[in-house]
Structure formats: structure tokens, C-alpha cells
């Protein structure tokens, strides 16, 4: 009998995931108008392949905009749905954005390396403007906790490895599609890049990123050891 023909019994358990959330951002047209007409040109940058983001260019507070207001309640529904109904975290945090700043590219050159969101618990990414070819949001997995053989995932071309094909319990990155009208939220630590899908495409994919930090209510007090009291107790000496 044949390593194929072996009829094993087993059981693999998946465990410790990272949970990506894609949602989709009620009035789109609404703010994607809003936005080009009031907050564009006023974060717009001088671009190139090498500055993608106007967060660069020292202009990381979309959020405190006036005209942005509607547009970053919607996006905080989103982000209280992603920590309350997929993480399963209590209903005791508020919502603070630290940090939203223009993410674009108008070529398959403009990537942006991985990297991750030190200061803040959850970040997003809301697509605005995504043409055709546009460049897609890669996760990383740099732990390869089911790695074997070293490297082997990573270093040597697709040919080279010693993997069959990829599967959910050995697979190092996983692609999301950047979607018009559409936001993908995750916790910041979560390492993660953009990478390209063709060299050349027509336009400008443009989209707003942003960080925020939970921080307990006001009424939660300090009964909590951990996390963030509210800003309220908030001193600066």
C-alpha cells in the first residue's frame, strides 16, 4: 500500500488565530464626495514612488476635519462592531482616532514595505478610490510557528520549497482585495504590506488609514488593571 492509499485517522486543530474584518461603509458616495471636495486638497502631497503616505508628510489628522465628522462615526460603528462581535471584547472601551492619514499609489512601484502600527490597539484601511490593478493588502504571519524546515517558507523561490501547496495552517501571507467603498480593520501588531497585482494601472488608488487606541469609559473607572484609563484622568506635568 502506497503513503497515498493510508487512510489515517487525525484531528488538526487550528488555534491562535489573526482575524482580519472587512466591512462594507454605509454612504460611500456621500463621503467619497465629501472628501475630494473639503479634505483632499488640503492632505494632498507631492508624490512619488518612494512617499506613499501623507502620514510623511506630517498630515496624520484627517479625523479632526469637521467635514470628515460623518464618515469617521461610520468608520468607528465598524470598529466597535470588529472588537465587540468578532474579537468578543466587554462593551466598556470608547473609540479614540490618534492617527488618519492619506495611503495612495499610482503605479505597481508605489508599494509600501511591511511594517506594523506600534502606537495603537486596532488600525483600518477605508478604500475611497480602487481602479482596476490596484495594489492588494497583504497580512504576514512572521512567526511561521508551523514552519519546519527554516526558512523554507520564505527565502527560496516557489520551485525550491519543500511545500506541496499552501494551506490555512501553512500559509505566510494572505491577500485582501482592495474594494471601493469597503474597510478592512485589524489589530495594529498584525505585520502587513501592499503588493502589487499589475505594474501599470489607470488612476489613483486612494484610501484613508487610520489608528486608534480603546480606552475604558468614563463610568468604568479604575476597577480595571489593565488597558487605558479614560483620557479624563489624563494629566500632562
Not at 468578532?86 to 492619514?101: A, E, Q
Amino acid at each position: 500500500m502506497s503513503v497515498e492509499e493510508v487512510v489515517m485517522k487525525y484531528e488538526a486543530v487550528n488555534m491562535f488565530p489573526s482575524t482580519v474584518y472587512i466591512g462594507e461603509i454605509e454612504g460611500h458616495i456621500e463621503h467619497k464626495k465629501v472628501f475630494y471636495d473639503k479634505i483632499y486638497p488640503e492632505y494632498d502631497y507631492p508624490y512619488d514612488d518612494m512617499h506613499t503616505v501623507s502620514e510623511e508628510q506630517g498630515k496624520p489628522t484627517i479625523h479632526t476635519e469637521e467635514s470628515a465628522a460623518p464618515m469617521m462615526m461610520e468608520i468607528t460603528k465598524h470598529i466597535k462592531n470588529f472588537y465587540l462581535n468578532v474579537l468578543g471584547l466587554k462593551d466598556i472601551f470608547d473609540v479614540y482616532h490618534t492617527k488618519t492619514w492619506l495611503s495612495r499609489s499610482r503605479s505597481g512601484e508605489g508599494l509600501i514595505p511591511t511594517h506594523i502600527h506600534s502606537p495603537s490597539h486596532i488600525s483600518y484601511v477605508y478604500y475611497l478610490n480602487v481602479p482596476e490593478g490596484s495594489p492588494h493588502l497583504t497580512f504576514i504571519d512572521i512567526k511561521n510557528v508551523n514552519e519546519v524546515f527554516t526558512s523554507c517558507f520564505e527565502s527560496y523561490p516557489d520551485e525550491d520549497t519543500f511545500m506541496n501547496g499552501y494551506t490555512f495552517e501553512s500559509t505566510k501571507t494572505y491577500s485582501i482585495e482592495s474594494t471601493e467603498g469597503t474597510i478592512c480593520i485589524f489589530p495594529s501588531n498584525r505585520p502587513h504590506r501592499t503588493d502589487p497585482v499589475s505594474e501599470v494601472f489607470s488612476g489613483e488608488r486612494l484610501a484613508i488609514s487610520g489608528d486608534c487606541i480603546l480606552a475604558l469609559k468614563e463610568d468604568e473607572k479604575m476597577v480595571y488593571a489593565n488597558g487605558y484609563t479614560n483620557p479624563k484622568y489624563w494629566r500632562k506635568y
